[in-house]
């Protein structure tokens, strides 16, 4: 049985990704605004991927170092790097509104955070 921990981390990113996703595809959304959901996405991922390996998920927005701590207990992230520069969104542009920010690539980051959310699903099963 899947931690219930990781469970809960995955159903939220799930909501947080979709919620991004329309946003994308309606349009007029501030890049911050999808940015934060996205970020939030990936790292309610990692946290549920860290309960999955049988640890505790530290209290932190940082991406890095959630991939930082799976990739030292031997998970592959290389796919997902792309999304360590989502940590940008969780405080700088909550709290700035004077950042002037250039939209990434919504849709690589999309893809690149659906295929985290899908690695994450295979590992609680």
């Known amino acids: 049985m899947a ?5 809960r981390y995955l159903r ?5 990704l979709a919620e991004a996703q329309r946003m ?9 605004s999808i940015g934060f959901l996205l970020q939030q996405a990936c790292e309610k991922a990692l946290k549920s991927w860290i309960h ?11 991406i ?6 799976l990739e030292e207990v031997g998970s592959d992230l290389s796919p997902f790097e792309r ?3 989502l940590t940008f969104f969780a405080v700088q542009t909550r709290y700035d509104d004077s ?3 250039s939209p990434p690539d919504w849709p690589l980051l999309l893809a ?11 590992q609680l099963s």
């Open 64 to 69: 890095m170092a959630l991939m930082d701590w």
């Open 24 to 32: 994308v595809e309606l349009s007029g959304f501030r890049d911050s």
């Open 52 to 62: 999955s390996r049988g640890g505790l998920a530290p209290f932190t927005h940082d």
């Open 3 to 7: 931690d219930p921990d990781a469970i």
């Open 83 to 85: 999304i360590a520069d």
């Open 112 to 122: 690149v955070t659906s295929s985290l959310l899908t690695q994450v699903e295979r």
């Open 99 to 101: 950042l002037e920010i």
């Open 12 to 16: 939220i990113a799930q909501a947080d």
